[in-house]
């Protein structure tokens, strides 16, 4: 099982998506994701993505909260996404050399070229409540297949 981390920094009603369009061989091209990348050895997923956010946007972030877990299966691959979101960061943003980073409208997302399981989480991960999900994703082929959202919890 492969664990990656992906976050969503939030300012002033925008969302930074990274439109993944620099490498041909990537699962991701031409889809617009959050910024993140492969937990590494002694890393925690709060770790992971704070090294992550500095690498990709030149940004330090502040505090974190946790947004949710999905469990992605494509076709014989098993991923593990921890979901964070932030509006807490600080920095100069530095070109990315995974895609392009912009900050796009928080109504605009779904106009995006996204993963279709993306649109399943997205309205739990960008709502303004404090929400923590679970979800699984199974694909074939690139086609969503089937999800199911395991769990869904309100902090507060």
């Known amino acids: 099982m492969t664990q990656t981390t992906c976050i969503y920094l939030q300012r002033g009603g925008r969302i930074l ?3 993944r369009v620099t490498k041909e061989h990537d699962l991701n091209h031409g ?3 959050g910024i993140g990348g492969h937990i590494e050895e ?3 997923p709060e770790m992971c993505i704070r090294r992550e956010v500095l690498e990709e946007t030149g940004f330090t972030v502040g505090s974190l909260q946790k947004a949710g877990i999905v469990d992605f299966h494509y076709d014989e691959v098993f991923e593990r996404v921890y979901f964070f979101k932030s509006s807490d960061f600080s920095g100069t943003q530095i070109p990315c050399s995974e895609g392009v980073a912009e900050w796009i409208p928080k109504e605009r997302i779904e106009e995006l070229n996204l993963w279709e399981g993306d649109r399943k989480f997205l309205p739990y991960l960008l709502s ?7 979800m699984n994703l199974i694909y074939r082929n690139d086609v969503l297949e089937s999800y199911e959202l395991v769990s869904l919890e309100k902090e507060g």
């Open 17 to 19: 998506m990274l439109h």
């Open 128 to 134: 303004d409540e404090k929400l923590f999900f679970r």
């Open 42 to 44: 002694g890393e925690t």
């Open 31 to 33: 889809k617009w994701i």
